[in-house]
């Protein structure tokens, strides 16, 4: 069962709530000079009192007027309804504070508590959340039904109980509506959204006056929770403020087409709270002093005292299209960057086989998951691109490094890819140009790893023989170009140096090669390393021409690159992302304890239909999920 204390927790409120409410006075509120099976609430010391709806107990005329009066059946069953909806409440309202004091989160992940706290906390306060906005509604209607019943109506603007409940029920829609409900949280930016939800502090100051603890124990609870609730979660946010925020005093930013690439030299302290991944909070002054912005963090992939984050300019996003308009002229003015904050996918470390799902700029935590841990875990990762110029980006700063995991990049955009995209295409780095089927996907990454027939690495040759590969068709292609031995080798030198080698180390260790011309020897020492692929036919439109030759030089590297990539596949004869026979059969079949207990599945994106699909898919192989979803 979903969170299964916070549940029983509130059994065990209404269970007491129902217990003090129904006994007879002074241990509950039931009058005992009432008949047998009569019972009724009044103020047994004060008839005018009974008449307004009220009682005070013990007959202090100075205490609070409790609007509790119940004189038959039917509202005593309103009554019940009521205040079991309200000490429903308690946990809940306790919790939705707690899951978003950072600080302390952080902290206590540290520690042997975090085996006893939930996974992702944003899903945690979201649930919370959904369930007040509801009870807040049950709890007042209740309460109108019974006031109007006996002719009390005027409870709700005359009492205090009445008024300070009025104004939390009038805010709490403004805060919770706009962030679960689809249709208002589409038709408002994000900016209005989070404004209206710092109402929260209304909420809590009105639910401290909802009643006196001078009810005590027969409720009274609501000043000492909601107000320590309020101040503790003040108190943690300064902490934060002062002690977890820095600037960055000169930062550099990549503008892409659909969005912002921020790189910038972080503190120690900061480090060390965090070596890896996490999300934090940023603020660029010089667009808004104000906005506060959460991102997820990850690191450069040769420096790793660097962090950075990616800024997606996202539809309705007053913020993030003013900083990308901004930075159509260069800047390195300073920003402000609070963290960084534990994030679901922290939950990788529970796992020894993790398959990471992305949607658009959601693979920026997955690429802090693989740098970290890709050394001593497997970490396989699905991502769903659509931006072209997104893809090159992250391909070429060489982000999508993984030696032993499935790398699968469905592209779903409409541009033509570069050919520079497929350079870094490797035999277990795929690109497919269609949507994934994730329903046999997962399932087919399992089963190969588990049964050993699609393992990444053991199909995967080396950087140097995939490197060899492509020298020897380049040799085939120039020399059937008509290319002179001069200019065959000059464009061999520049195919291995932007690869990463340097061609006269490559052919040095041939010690058999000497006395032979410098072509003959590179053909010698890569004849084994040659495909099988058709000679292409002699050119005739001039290609030997240095410029020409130039320019085609790009074309004629992904024609290789690609061909190189198809023959390592073909030879794996392993296609995760094609229909594998008896994959969900196995798969259904693994051991939970031995087996599925080391695989985890984790999610980052603003699809909610992938993340229910992936919800159905851990419910279907009872696969554990960590979603971090930005579908705020």
């Excluded at 029983?8 to 709530?17: D, P, R, S, W």
């Excluded at 969005?259 to 302290?269: E, F, K, P």
């Excluded at 040759?461 to 492509?470: A, N, T, Y």
């Excluded at 003959?520 to 030997?544: N, R, S, Y």
Aim: proline residues 5%.
């Amino acid at each position: 069962m979903r969170y299964k204390a916070l549940k029983i927790t509130q059994v065990i409120c209404a269970c007491y709530i129902l217990t003090m409410t129904f006994r007879y006075y002074p241990k509950g509120l039931i009058d005992p000079s009432a008949p047998p099976g009569e019972w009724r609430i009044i103020d047994v010391w004060n008839p005018e009192n009974t008449a307004a709806g009220v009682i005070q107990l013990n007959g202090d005329p100075n205490g609070q007027k409790r609007a509790v009066v119940a004189k038959n059946r039917a509202c005593l069953i309103f009554l019940a309804i009521s205040r079991i909806s309200a000490f429903t409440l308690y946990p809940p309202m306790f919790l939705i504070f707690m899951t978003k004091c950072k600080a302390t989160i952080n902290f206590l992940m540290r520690t042997p508590l975090s085996l006893f706290m939930t996974d992702d906390q944003h899903e945690f306060h979201s649930f919370c959340g959904k369930y007040i906005a509801i009870d807040v509604w049950v709890h007042t209607l209740f309460h109108l039904l019974r006031w109007g019943t006996q002719g009390n109506i005027d409870l709700l603007w005359t009492n205090a109980t009445g008024l300070s409940g009025l104004i939390v029920v009038l805010v709490c829609p403004l805060i919770t509506f706009p962030m679960f409900i689809p249709q208002l949280r589409l038709s408002m930016s994000y900016e209005v959204r989070k404004s209206l939800h710092y109402l929260f502090y209304v909420f809590a100051i009105g639910m401290c006056f909802h009643n006196q603890t001078s009810a005590f124990p027969n409720g009274g609870f609501n000043q000492v929770v909601l107000g320590f609730c309020i101040t503790y979660y003040t108190l943690d946010s300064l902490y934060v403020m002062f002690f977890m925020t820095e600037i960055i005093e000169t930062t550099i930013f990549n503008v892409l087409p659909s969005g912002v690439q921020m790189t910038m030299a972080v503190s120690d302290s900061f480090q060390a709270t965090y070596a890896q991944g996490g999300f934090g909070y940023v603020c660029l002054p010089w667009v808004s002093k104000f906005q506060w912005h959460a991102f997820s963090l990850f690191e450069h992939p040769t420096d790793p005292n660097l962090r950075q984050v990616f800024m997606m300019k996202v539809p309705g996003g007053d913020w993030t299209t003013s900083v990308h308009e901004q930075l159509q002229r260069n800047t390195v003015r300073p920003v402000w960057i609070s963290g960084p904050f534990v994030s679901p996918y922290n939950n990788a470390l529970n796992f020894d086989n993790t398959i990471c799902v992305a949607s658009g700029i959601g693979i920026t935590p997955a690429l802090s998951i693989i740098r970290a841990h890709k050394e001593s875990r497997r970490i396989n990762l699905v991502w769903m691109c659509r931006d072209s110029a997104m893809l090159e980006f992250f391909m070429d700063h060489l982000y999508l490094n993984n030696e032993g995991g499935w790398i699968l990049i469905f592209f779903t955009g409409k541009e033509r890819l570069s050919p520079a995209i497929e350079n870094h295409l490797t035999s277990s780095t795929i690109l497919i140009k269609r949507r994934p089927d994730l329903h046999h996907l997962i399932p087919n990454i399992i089963y190969g790893i588990e049964s050993g027939l699609g393992v990444p690495e053991s199909m995967k040759p080396s950087e140097k023989s995939r490197v060899k590969g492509l020298i020897a068709n380049k040799v085939r292609e120039l020399e059937a170009s008509g290319f002179s031995e001069e200019e065959i080798i000059e464009e061999l030198t520049i195919l291995a140096h932007e690869s990463g080698f340097l061609l006269s180390n490559m052919i040095s260790e041939d010690a058999q090669s000497s006395g032979k011309s410098l072509l003959e020897v590179v053909k010698d020492h890569f004849a084994i390393h040659e495909p099988k692929f058709p000679k292409p036919a002699p050119q005739t439109d001039g290609l030997h021409h240095r410029a020409r030759r130039r320019r085609s030089r790009q074309g004629a590297l992904f024609r290789s690159v690609m061909l190189s990539n198809q023959i390592n596949m073909l030879d794996s004869g392993y296609f995760p992302w094609e229909n594998q026979e008896g994959a969900h059969e196995f798969v259904k079949g693994l051991h939970y304890k031995m087996v599925l207990s080391t695989w985890g599945m984790m999610y980052c994106g603003g699809s909610k239909a992938v993340e229910d699909t992936l919800v159905k898919i851990s419910k279907e192989y009872n696969i554990s999920l960590h979603p971090e979803s930005f579908a705020w």
